[in-house]
């Protein structure tokens, strides 16, 4: 990600891939189960049914059709995940939000930096320190890593100083709303109103209709 994306913007999980199998693995949950489906949609849009990705007011459309639903199922994928249980090597099954409280509550508050048992690790040792070897195994994790790091260099160590400062958000800005306050409120009532209606009318059918409605309005020019 650094080498694709701005400084400073913390687009990036810090060190190799094979040091956040977990996260890997989570991140392809999410496709599977929220993202894919999406992202198919709103191909499908784009090929046949008039979605123009580089007009801003096509995108400010797509995000007041689609973003609340979308957040809605990632609460909802959230929320299982971290009730779900994980079994633990020597132990009894326990959830994320279990794992995260108790163990706060029984080994206190932990950082970044090593515990003080590990703290005179060796480099080599530091190089592999956090692999999970045995989620190493799963096919599925390891296809991911050949698709998405196969440039990854062969080593994440950067000395005994911890990552940047900057790894906590990436800014995305708002899509460009219309101009014109009395149209766009009356778009927006009627977006809101097509977006909460029936559950059967289909991804397609909304956007067709909501793309009709504000060339309407604002004309063909706009949208």
């Keep these: 990600m650094e080498?694709?994306?701005?400084?400073?913007?913390?687009?990036?999980?810090?060190g190799r891939s094979v040091h956040n199998v977990r996260i890997e693995r989570l991140w392809g949950d999410v496709t599977a189960q929220v993202g894919s489906h999406w992202h198919e949609a709103f191909t499908k849009l784009?090929?046949?049914?008039?979605?123009?990705?580089?007009n801003p007011w096509h995108v400010w459309l797509l995000q007041g059709l689609f973003l609340p639903v979308i957040n809605q199922q990632l609460q909802f994928f959230t929320e299982s995940w971290n009730?779900?249980?994980?079994?633990i090597r020597d132990g009894p099954n326990r959830s994320p939000i279990d794992m995260f409280t108790f163990d706060m509550i029984v080994h206190g508050v932990r950082g970044s930096q090593l515990p003080y048992?590990?703290?005179?690790?060796?480099?080599?040792?530091l190089e592999v320190y956090g692999v999970d070897w045995e989620a190493l195994r799963d096919?599925?994790?390891l296809n991911s890593l050949r698709?998405?790091?196969?440039?990854?260099?062969?080593?994440?160590?950067?000395?005994r100083q911890g990552p940047p400062d900057n790894l906590n958000e990436v800014t995305v800005n708002p899509p460009q709303a219309p101009s014109n306050a009395s149209l766009l409120n009356t778009l927006s009532t009627q977006i809101s109103?097509?977006?909460?209606g029936s559950p059967?009318?289909?991804?397609?059918?909304l956007w067709t209709a909501s793309l009709v409605h504000a060339r309407g309005i604002f004309g063909a020019d706009v949208f």
Excluded: F, K
Aim: a negative charge; glycine letters at 6%.
């Design 3 to 14: 080498a694709h994306s701005p400084t400073r913007r913390g687009a990036y999980i810090w």
């Design 46 to 54: 784009e090929i046949s049914h008039g979605l123009d990705i580089n």
């Design 83 to 87: 009730h779900h249980q994980i079994q």
């Design 117 to 125: 048992e590990e703290d005179n690790l060796t480099d080599d040792e």
């Design 139 to 141: 096919d599925r994790l």
């Design 147 to 159: 698709e998405h790091a196969a440039d990854e260099p062969g080593t994440s160590w950067i000395g």
């Design 193 to 196: 109103q097509w977006a909460a």
């Design 200 to 205: 059967h009318t289909t991804i397609y059918e």
